[in-house]
């Protein structure tokens, strides 16, 4: 009869429960982004929307023209990203004001390869294709902590202030995310029953020493 211990054993059945659910987690997802695509497909034909003040975004309103008019650009904040023929660069996001009062636009007004440059344009119409934020949560503030609701943003058509043409938001990138977490799903489960495995044939083991 194998006598098995019990904190190690605690321990590894927490791990273990841990990588099954971050498991599930990802089928969640996948079926989620799978949703997502087929709504988001129809959604490129329809006509141009208001441009919506808060988020969440709703999957209706993902990936539709729209326009918005920019009073003043109040900050500018830089990431990466990649202009419409695919080069990549710095790409230049500007919270703009559009009223007294209300939660502003965020739009993405080009591309550039350099960083930290001065960009000419203060504000206009600005005509574009409707996505969400970048979501910079981790993994682990998504499933334990308080989630962020990502605000729309507005993808310019046009480069602006001399900036390039930043690329439209795109249905490739919600497939690669259906394939992620589909390989992400294979990952967990395989690394659960993996140390399970390893696991009772480590306390076999040691029960079989004399």
Known sequence: ??????????FVAIAV???????????????????LLKQVSANKS?????????????MSALHRKSSVNCLRVSAWTEDSGSDNTG????????????????PGALIVAGISARPNETIDWNGGQVEGIITTEPDRQSMIAKLFGKRIVL???LVSKD?????????????????????????????WFFFASAAAIIYVLAVRKRTKQP
């Open 46 to 58: 329809k006509p141009a929307i208001t441009y919506p003040g808060l988020g969440p975004v709703s």
């Open 1 to 10: 009869m194998i006598r098995w211990p019990i904190i190690p054993t605690i």
């Open 17 to 35: 429960a841990t990588m099954i659910g971050l498991g599930f987690w990802q089928l969640e997802r996948k079926a989620h982004n799978a949703l």
């Open 159 to 187: 480069g602006l202030g001399g900036l390039r043409a930043a690329d439209p938001p795109s249905l490739s990138k919600i497939e690669s995310k259906i394939s992620s977490n589909g390989f992400y799903a294979i990952q």
């Open 87 to 102: 080069k990549t660069g710095t790409r230049y996001l500007a919270e703009c004001v559009t009223g007294a009062e209300g």
């Open 151 to 153: 605000r729309p943003m």
